[in-house]
């Protein structure tokens, strides 16, 4: 069963990883998790089904998306990155959070599968599956600002 972890924990340690070791670039927890994004966000979402039903959200300012990108796309800081790059790059994100977190939720449960991810852009983006399970966490990626969610619900 899902209790047996944390899943705030391995929801971040599954960031850290990817961001170590894909995007290359420090993601942390913040202390203050009472702040809102502000401004344009990236939402990258990926759904999932299984013994666990719900959504996976990885929410980044416009800044962080950008540099996110760049490093993703091994571009010169100052090089510009169209719209449909910065998405694809959220997504992916989404996309290889998700993946790490299925690893480890497949130790404690039979099945999970995944959707591909959906990327939305706009101001004070939310996500809802009518949870029983609620996990918002406010990071830091390098001196950007973002946001981590994992939202479920139990079947049966």
């Known amino acids: 069963m899902i209790d047996q972890i944390n899943m705030s924990e391995t929801l971040i340690d599954a960031a850290k ?13 913040k202390e203050d ?11 990258g979402t990926i759904s999932f089904k299984g013994d666990i039903e719900g959504c996976l959200g990885v929410t980044f300012e416009m800044a962080a998306a950008q540099a996110i990108a760049t490093n993703m796309l091994c571009l010169e800081p100052d090089e510009t990155v169209a ?6 790059a959220v997504g992916e994100v989404a996309n290889m959070v998700m993946g790490v977190v299925k690893g480890r939720l497949l130790d404690h449960l039979e099945s999970i599968e995944i959707s591909i991810p959906t990327v939305v852009s706009g101001r004070d983006l939310k996500s809802n599956v009518g949870d029983s399970l609620r996990i918002v966490k ?12 994992f939202l479920a619900r139990y079947n049966g």
């Open 17 to 29: 990883e990817v961001f170590q070791t894909m995007i290359f670039m420090s993601i942390s927890e």
């Open 83 to 88: 719209d449909e790059d910065l998405a694809d």
């Open 138 to 149: 406010r990071v830091s990626v390098e001196s950007f600002e973002g946001e981590l969610s």
């Open 33 to 43: 998790q009472e702040t809102k994004l502000v401004g344009n966000t990236y939402m």
